[in-house]
């Protein structure tokens, strides 16, 4: 069993920086694709970005390409989302999630953490 949990969300003006964090309890973090996703009221959670086990290959919705980077740190466990030049309508609950071993199909889920970005 994996347990996700994210920190670091919180209310930012346009133009300014976040760095999301999702600290991982569990074994074989580093068999395990991370990925981040959010979601904002009525619509379907939508992915942001995702990153292998090794981390040697990372990926990103159009949306937010250029402006956020994902990263992980297998010795600590630990998954990141810098997010830039943030955007009003990057406003949402962030979620962050993890594979089963080597299976690039998302498993475990944190609780999220919310992310508002004021005009």
């Known amino acids: 069993q994996v347990q996700l949990v994210e920190s670091g969300g919180g209310l930012v003006q346009a133009g300014g920086s976040l760095r999301l964090s999702c600290a991982a309890s569990?074994?074989?973090?580093?068999?395990?694709?991370m990925g981040w996703f959010r979601q904002t009221p009525g619509k379907d959670r939508e992915f942001v970005a995702a990153?292998?086990?090794?981390?040697?290959?990372?990926y990103y919705a159009d949306s937010v390409k250029g402006r956020f980077t994902i990263s992980r740190d297998n010795a600590k466990n630990t998954a990141s989302l810098q997010m830039n030049s943030l955007k009003p309508e990057d406003t949402a609950a962030y979620y962050c999630?993890?594979?089963?071993?080597?299976?690039?199909?998302?498993?475990?889920w944190g609780q999220g953490t919310q992310v508002t970005v004021s005009s």
């Open positions: 999630a993890a594979s089963k071993p080597y299976i690039a199909q998302y498993d475990y």
């Open positions: 990153i292998d086990w090794s981390g040697g290959s990372t």
């Open positions: 569990g074994r074989a973090f580093s068999t395990r694709r």
